[in-house]
């Protein structure tokens, strides 16, 4: 039972450039959320999923998008990266209350 | 974000007991949560109250839940080097969660 995994672990971008920041959780769980971590400002919630198929923006959602076609997947697609998107990414699951998180994405925009 | 507070340090010798705060905003918060970040990890959860509730203890952990005040505190006895984190506090409204900036934990040997 692995819990919450994130791939990749670290990842560059330039200014422009795409990626997808892929969650995947062997629990079954049903929510799952994207969160940024930045210095000072605690976690931001990006966006949310109540359930495969579905999604719903949070606090902080612009220049994001998110897909969740398996239930044990959470997808979260920059577009095109900006110098404002360098944070630390976690994703967690959720059952009857308990969040569960994974290890983290520490991405940098140049 | 969304305004749930706590202090940003705190420093403790090892063997003290540490209390961290918390103040939450949504008094319809259905639980409560204290996580740990240790460096270059993710968030742990350490443990949650449900709001009908004003304390739960696990092992060396307290939880006081003051919902009059919205405050929320995390008691750590005996408190050890292997403490030393980040402390998160959180609440949760409908199916979102909300967390404080987190207080930095430091043990003095």
Same mark, same amino acid.
């Given at each position: ?7 990749? !672990?670290?990842? #560059?971008? !330039? ?34 999923? #109540? ?18 076609? !398996? !239930? ?36 940098? #925009?140049? | 974000?969304?305004?749930? *507070? ?30 740990? &970040? ?5 968030? &742990? ?13 696990? &092992? ?19 408190? &050890? ?9 959180? *609440? ?18």
């Amino acid at each position: 039972n692995a819990g919450v995994t994130q791939t990749p !672990k670290f990842r #560059v971008l !330039k200014t422009g450039q795409s990626m997808t920041l892929l969650c995947a959780q062997d629990m079954n769980h049903e929510y799952m959320y994207w969160y940024r971590q930045d210095p000072g400002m605690g976690l931001r919630l990006i966006h949310y999923s #109540v359930g495969e198929g579905t999604t719903a923006k949070g606090e902080v959602p612009d220049g994001y998008n998110v897909s969740r076609l !398996k !239930k044990q997947n959470f997808l979260l697609g920059l577009e095109s990266a900006a110098p404002s998107q360098t944070s630390v990414y976690f994703c967690a699951s959720t059952q009857q209350g308990e969040q569960y998180f994974g290890p983290g994405t520490r991405l940098t #925009v140049t | 974000g969304e305004d749930v *507070e706590q202090s940003l340090f705190l420093s403790v010798r090892e063997g003290d007991s540490s209390v961290i705060n918390c103040t939450y905003t949504d008094s319809s918060s259905t639980y409560l949560y204290w996580y740990k &970040q240790e460096p270059g990890a993710g968030l &742990q959860l350490l443990t949650y109250i449900f709001s009908n509730m004003d304390m739960k203890q696990d &092992q060396r952990l307290t939880v006081l839940l003051n919902k009059k005040d919205k405050h929320l505190s995390l008691r750590i006895a005996d408190t &050890q080097t292997g403490d030393s984190a980040i402390y998160f506090c959180a *609440e949760n409204r409908g199916n979102q969660f909300y967390f404080g900036t987190g207080t930095s934990l430091t043990v003095i040997p």
